[in-house]
């Protein structure tokens, strides 16, 4: 069993940053591939950038490449997202979700992850 606890989000304007963060525990945390996801009322979740155990590759979607970046860090247990340039497109619900033992060198860009958090809301206001 993975607990996630995102935490970071809020309102900001539009051109300005956010950096969420996600701490996990239970089960080993560097043989989890992370992902953080976003979805809006009425939409799927989709993915916004995901990151391998090792965190020696990440993927992120179209429409966050050169804005958001994705990292982890193994010791503390936690997988950042560092939003810049954020416009109100960007506005979610963004969760932190765990790929269970993924071990791979890339990691999975569909939504069969196995786990994720409560969420943490971002407003980008114009």
């Known amino acids: 069993q993975v607990q996630l606890v995102e935490s970071g989000g809020g309102l900001v304007q539009a051109g300005g940053s956010l950096r969420l963060s996600c701490a996990a525990s239970?089960?080993?945390?560097?043989?989890?591939?992370m992902g953080w996801f976003r979805q809006t009322p009425g939409k799927e979740r989709e993915l916004v950038a995901a990151i391998s155990w090792s965190g020696g590759s990440t993927a992120s979607a179209d429409s966050v490449k050169g804005r958001f970046t994705i990292s982890r860090d193994n010791a503390k247990n936690t997988v950042y997202l560092q939003m810049n340039s954020l416009n109100t497109e960007d506005t979610a619900v963004y969760y932190c979700e765990a790929k269970y033992y993924y071990p791979a060198r890339s990691p999975p860009l569909t939504n069969d992850y196995d786990y994720w958090g409560q969420g943490t809301q971002v407003t980008v206001s114009s």
């Open positions: 239970g089960g080993i945390f560097s043989r989890h591939a």
